[in-house]
């Protein structure tokens, strides 16, 4: 394939036999994830449609889309042709077309453990990095790491915190986090080094249920504060 039908910005990176990233950029951007949305959707649109044949799975990521191909029904080569094309002749979703997700959150306490650290790093009362934390419209850039787990970005940068220098050997699913300048949500329990500021009574990742996953790439997430006493009767209806 010639050099010159490869869109400006833009990189195919071979994953070995079956696999190929595109990639718009190497930062966490908002523009750039929305390019990587954009192609997943015309990908996924155009394979259900018989457009786009040997597609077996697409997996966004911060500034790239990696796709899974069957090589013995579709090329590489054809395969990045063809995403050229579509590249070239996708538009951005528009930003009213966004789905939030409210996420209950109970901050600090025992479910919130680092929410008074966070809060001394930066000169603030819990009460503040609370606000600040609960304002945006978080876009859920990508799930990695475990099942479930949302990377979200748009975090205001006054509560940017490094992580903890001793990870946590257990942090409860649902715990809500801050790493540098990014936040995030423990879909199940795990290890994790991230400053503890609160926890949903959501279940991100539910492995009996028919779709075990809440949140996509895509999306968006707002958090709303709630005492612990309405945290528990939340818990209570989802189990």
């Known amino acids: 394939m010639a050099e010159s039908a490869v869109p400006a910005g833009v990189r195919f ?18 523009e750039i994830n929305r390019k990587v949305m954009a192609l997943q959707s015309c990908v996924e649109m155009a394979a259900a449609e018989g457009e786009l044949e040997g597609i ?12 899974v191909y069957n090589p013995l029904v579709l090329g590489y080569d054809e395969l990045v042709e063809k995403l050229s094309a579509v590249i070239g002749s996708m538009k951005l979703a528009d930003a009213g077309e966004r789905q939030v997700v409210e996420i209950p959150v109970v901050y600090g306490g025992e479910y919130g453990p680092d929410l008074d650290e966070v809060a001394t790093q930066h000169g603030m009362t819990a009460e503040e990095v609370i606000r600040l934390h609960a304002a945006p419209e978080y876009p859920v850039y990508m799930l990695g790491f475990v099942a479930g787990f949302p990377y979200l970005g748009g975090m205001d940068e006054r509560l940017a915190t490094p992580r903890k220098k001793s990870p946590r050997l257990k942090i409860a699913a649902g715990s809500v986090g801050i790493a540098g300048g990014q936040t995030g949500i423990y879909s199940v329990e795990s290890p994790g080094g991230w400053q503890i500021i609160g926890r949903t009574p959501l279940k991100l990742y539910d492995a009996a249920s028919e779709n075990p996953v809440l949140l996509s790439a895509g999306s968006y997430v707002k958090f709303k504060p709630i005492s612990e006493a309405e945290y528990k009767a939340i818990a209570n209806d989802s189990e």
Do not use: H, K, R, W
Request: contains cysteine.
């Open 13 to 30: 990176l071979v994953l070995g036999d079956s696999a190929v990233s595109v990639e718009f950029g190497q930062e966490i951007n908002i």
């Open 56 to 67: 077996v799975e697409t997996v966004p990521t911060y500034c790239a889309l990696m796709i």
